[in-house]
């Protein structure tokens, strides 16, 4: 199958963006009613236990939301699908139930409304014993785990026509996801699901919000989300509101991440203090300055108005003025990956060349409002002169990728267990995330 460019999209956003936020507001309600007999399909399901409908395979991660379990479908329900078990917000030697958390309530809401060939797909919602599961399909790789496999045991490029599809297939999920007003917000290879057959889902809904125009500002209680090696600019220097153009950087960066198979601004995270206030993320705008140069007024007009745009000044007091006065680099370090990657240099069938630098040099643009659209990008030559893209990012790939790996003696899902505790062994999905990194 070949995909091609999605239409236009058409019609009032502004009253489409009404009509998706009061369907999220409507199935809320009805996810979390446990007088509601039944819903239709991704929706609500009452008096229904988990095991009666799905046999648990095993254990594949843990985070700080619960944990996350493969099954396969009993009684006519065929499939494999991994099912999220969320756990309550206080755990001691009993259960306390103090309700859902937000980033449980939005996946749930905004899955349930959802449904587009690249966003994960949610199959239903079981409440059991006050106990909230999520079944999601089963997808066998993420891009993490595919990025990492090409680093072992020795680098070996994602090959060019691979690479292209994963990026279309993305942009084409994003697209369907800001033409609803969904901002994801946390884009980044773990949460870039793949199918069996090649088919890219939009994974992890769970820090996705709704957005509208005019923007309205974050609280002050809001925390600045997007893991941080993928996060803008722009909220990199305080910026309190979000745009789409803060998915578009996090592609840019995991298109870049494709390409070099490491993170092209891989910086340290800044703690917040005792008194709980939110630090300048030095390290990590000093590795985007590194490739990009430092952004510039005359080219960012609202650079001026970041509340955190002194600091800026603040980095030249870590370097040399000269380091940062040699321009940016951004087309070297990507001459850099075609040559180490063994991509042609030139735009031929398939290949980045110049094109593929094109795109991502828009992607990466300092100022949001310039920053490339998920629109503009699957109209860009990149993917519109590379000739036919396959749905299927396996396609004509003979090389195998090692299956998900899925813990067969853990597979406790029963609602008096604890869901999310680290149990030895076993470790946090936080810290595994953290360790795939390693040896680069």
């Not at 690479?163 to 297939?169: A, C, E, K, P």
């Not at 699901?193 to 609280?219: E, H, M």
């Not at 990466?364 to 699957?378: F, G, M, N, S, V």
């Amino acid at each position: 199958m070949s995909l091609t460019n999605p239409p236009s999209s058409s019609g009032s956003i502004p009253a489409r963006a009404k009509t998706v936020g009061q369907n999220l507001k409507r199935s809320l309600q009805a996810t979390v009613d446990e007088s509601a007999e039944s819903r239709r399909p991704g929706g609500y399901t009452s008096k229904v236990r988990v095991r009666d409908r799905y046999h648990i395979v095993g254990f594949i991660s843990s985070g700080t939301y619960g944990r996350v379990y493969k099954a396969i479908g009993k009684n006519g329900q065929k499939g494999e699908f991994a099912i999220k078990k969320f756990k309550p917000d206080k755990e001691g030697e009993s259960i306390q139930y103090t309700g859902l958390s937000q980033s449980a309530i939005r996946e749930m809401a905004l899955c349930t409304e959802l449904s587009h060939a690249n966003v994960v797909q949610l199959e239903e919602i079981i409440l059991e014993d006050k106990c909230i599961f999520m079944v999601f399909e089963y997808t066998e790789h993420d891009l993490l785990q595919i990025i990492h496999h090409h680093t072992q045991p020795q680098r070996h490029a994602i090959p060019a026509t691979m690479v292209r599809s994963i990026l279309f297939q993305l942009l084409n999920g994003l697209l369907y996801l800001h033409t609803n007003w969904v901002l994801h917000r946390d884009l980044k290879p773990a949460n870039i699901l793949v199918t069996s057959s090649g088919a890219i889902r939009i994974g992890d809904l769970g820090l996705a919000r709704l957005f509208y125009k005019p923007l309205n500002s974050l609280f002050s209680g809001d925390k600045v989300v997007v893991t941080i090696w993928y996060r803008a600019p722009e909220l990199l220097l305080g910026s309190r509101h979000y745009t789409p153009a803060v998915d578009m950087w996090a592609v840019g960066c995991i298109f870049a991440e494709l390409l070099s198979l490491r993170p092209i601004f891989k910086g340290e995270e800044a703690k917040m203090d005792s008194k709980k206030t939110v630090p300048f993320q030095r390290n990590q705008m000093m590795k985007i300055v590194e490739i990009l140069g430092l952004p510039r007024k005359e080219t960012w007009p609202g650079l001026v108005a970041m509340p955190e745009y002194t600091q800026l000044q603040s980095l030249l007091l870590h370097r040399q003025p000269s380091h940062f006065h040699r321009g940016p680099n951004l087309e070297g370090w990507y001459q850099s990956c075609l040559k180490n990657g063994g991509y042609s240099a030139t735009s031929k069938t398939g290949t980045p060349g110049a094109d593929g630098f094109d795109l991502l040099s828009r992607m990466l643009e300092y100022d949001p409002t310039k920053r490339i659209t998920a629109q503009e990008a699957l109209e860009h030559p990149y993917f519109a002169n590379g000739g036919p893209i396959s749905g299927d990012c396996f396609n004509g790939i003979e090389h195998k990728y090692p299956h998900r790996r899925v813990t067969q003696d853990d597979n406790d899902i029963r609602t008096g267990s604890l869901p999310g505790t680290k149990r030895s062994g076993l470790p946090d999905d936080s810290l595994l995330r953290a360790t795939k990194r390693l040896k680069e």
